[in-house]
């Protein structure tokens, strides 16, 4: 901040930018644009004196890290849990095919033996 006592829009954006650098460190998530930024600023800006006090910024900070949060909660979810299970029930589905085991023997290399065995893909 330029340590005027509030925070302005700009000040905002850069924080939000920063924040998201972090975010992504977690889950590739793009920021809010400019214009959800502002729209989020002027909402929480009760004063609407274009800057934001102490208890407006907490209420900003708040709004931002728990949208920040729930997006990287949800993307963890579906890449360690959702996106494995869908793998696994269609390789389940695609190894009792027929067609399935010809090509897999024909190609599967030799250290891929246990994939062969149909009771591996037995629930």
């Keep these: 901040t330029n340590h005027d006592g509030s925070v302005s829009l700009n000040e905002v954006y850069e924080l939000v930018l920063h924040l998201y650098v972090k975010v992504n460190r977690q889950a590739p998530i793009p920021p809010p644009s400019k214009d959800k930024v502002d729209a989020i600023f002027q909402r929480i800006d009760t004063e609407k004196d274009g800057g934001l006090n102490k208890d407006d ?67």
Excluded: M, Q, T
Aim: with cysteine.
């Design 57 to 123: 910024f907490r209420n900003l900070c708040l709004v931002l890290i728990s949208r920040a949060s729930f997006r990287v909660v949800l993307y963890k979810l579906v890449s360690l849990v959702v996106a494995p299970v869908v793998a696994f029930k269609g390789v389940h589905i695609v190894a009792h095919k027929g067609w399935f085991k010809g090509v897999g023997n024909k190609y599967l290399p030799s250290s891929f033996d246990k994939l062969r065995d149909p009771n591996v893909w037995e629930l």
